[in-house]
């Protein structure tokens, strides 16, 4: 059999993955440097008046700094930083110092990164399969985010989600708020966590995260703690109404902090209460039949439908039906708010669409550890999930709403004139 000779040896150097990611690097890597050379010279022209007897400058530039590498969105790049003198020394009661806000002195990761972080940890990327996930987003360069690094970084979660939580809340008033109660398995705890969640809706039509916290249960008093704090930090005028599913604690806590909101409980939840006490050969039907109830264009026509499905389950399934019956009030309030709105205050989506993602994380890690850990990781999924949360539709509605304009099967009633 012959032999190849003069083969080339394996490359064992990690090469980067195309030319045009190489090309785009070195731009970048050209772009920062001229960025702080621009920086450097005019911070020094700002102070060229200032001089000694024999007017000489005073504050010139000094060289520059060792090199060093920052990992970015165009992967690591390796810059020197211009450096500034001030020759009165650092003592001097008028000396100047120079500190870059395009390159901070400890930085070592651009902001995209640090938000890169989170996002793959949260998309369920454990701590051992960090490194690799990065280097095929940044390049094979890219460094220094261990499992390690990510275990500091849950930790600066954990104090950012406590500065957070005792930010000030005056002047914020939100028209509609969704509350929810999320249940998290612990590897180091027995008890399983709850964390309740509070989001809201701004007159402007923005979704915000206004509470997150660890609660025992979804208790009344869990949910008074969460709601008192909240008016306490400055949250003093209530919400025009409150969307959750049937849990007694949160409404027998809203009623005491916030007695002039109105309740909304979730179709949805209700929808898999009812199904539940109904065999399965009709649960398929019994499912069409509720959604004939918050589907209907009018509160007469809900209704009407709704007194149908109670004289259609009624005589076999009662059990269904008074799970259904007792919520009647407060399962149609939405009624009385815009119909562009429906759609939102039908349910606790909002809520329960972001912690799908949190439950892949769990899933992928087993659970957290600690309920400090799982409280941070939560806090961080609804930092980066609320970037992209979009306006209600038709926001300009809650301004007639706001205004006291009354609004009768979703559709504002214009006042007689005087």
């Known amino acids: 059999m012959q032999k190849h000779e003069n083969l080339p040896e394996k490359d064992t150097e990690r090469k980067p993955r195309s030319v045009l990611d190489e090309l785009v690097r070195e731009g970048a890597q050209k772009m920062l440097q001229h960025a702080l050379e621009v920086e450097v010279q005019e911070f020094v022209e700002q102070y060229g008046d200032v001089r000694d007897p024999g007017s000489r400058r ?32 650092a003592a001097h009661p008028q000396a100047v110092q120079f500190s870059s806000s395009i390159l901070p002195r400890y930085l070592r990761r651009s902001r995209s990164i640090d938000e890169l972080l989170p996002w793959l940890y949260l998309r369920g990327v454990s701590h051992g399969d960090m490194q690799s996930a990065l280097e095929a987003l940044l390049g094979p360069e890219a460094k220094g985010l261990s499992a390690p ?16 939580s005792r930010r000030s809340l005056a002047g914020k008033e939100y028209v509609y708020v969704w509350a929810d109660g999320v249940y998290f398995n612990l590897r180091l705890e027995d008890d399983r966590q709850c964390i309740l969640v509070l ?9 915000e995260l206004i509470a997150i916290q660890d609660g025992y249960r979804e208790s009344e008093q869990s949910w008074k703690e969460l709601l008192l704090d909240c008016k306490a930090r400055g949250l003093t005028v209530a919400p025009r109404i409150a969307v959750g599913d049937g849990a007694l604690g949160f409404w027998a806590a809203l009623r005491k902090v916030f007695p002039e909101t109105r309740e909304q409980r979730c179709w949805m939840h209700k929808t898999g209460n009812v199904l539940n006490k109904l065999p ?15 589907m209907a264009e009018t509160r007469k026509n809900a209704d009407a439908a709704f007194d149908v499905f109670v004289e259609k389950y009624e005589a ?7 799970c259904l019956v007792k919520d009647k009030e407060v399962l149609l309030t939405f009624y009385d708010f815009p119909a562009e709105h429906w759609q939102h205050l039908r349910t606790t989506n909002p809520v329960e ?16 550890g600690t309920r400090v ?13 609320e970037k992209s949360w979009r306006r209600l539709k038709r926001y300009d509605r809650l301004l007639k709403l706001l205004d006291g304009v009354p609004c009768i099967d979703g559709v504002f009633q214009e006042r007689n004139a005087a």
Not at 63 to 77: D, F, H, I, K, N
Not at 281 to 290: E, F, M, P, Y
Not at 316 to 322: G, L
Request: aromatic share 6%; proline share 4%; hydrophobic share 40%.
């Open 316 to 322: 076999k399934y009662p059990a269904a039906v008074e």
């Open 199 to 207: 989001m809201g809706a701004t007159k402007e039509g923005r979704k």
């Open 373 to 385: 850990a799982c409280l941070a990781m939560v806090f961080k999924l609804m930092q980066v999930a």
């Open 149 to 164: 690094v990510v275990n500091r970084l849950t930790q600066e979660w954990a104090k950012e989600e406590q500065e957070w």
């Open 353 to 368: 669409s972001t912690f799908a993602t949190v439950r892949l994380r769990h899933r992928k890690t087993k659970g957290s």
């Open 58 to 89: 005073l504050v010139v530039r000094n060289g520059s700094l060792p090199e060093r590498e920052v990992l970015t969105g165009a992967g690591p790049l390796v810059v020197q930083q211009p450096r500034v003198r001030d020759r009165r020394g």
């Open 280 to 294: 399965k050969r009709v649960q398929g039907k019994a499912k069409s039949d509720l959604q004939q109830i918050w």
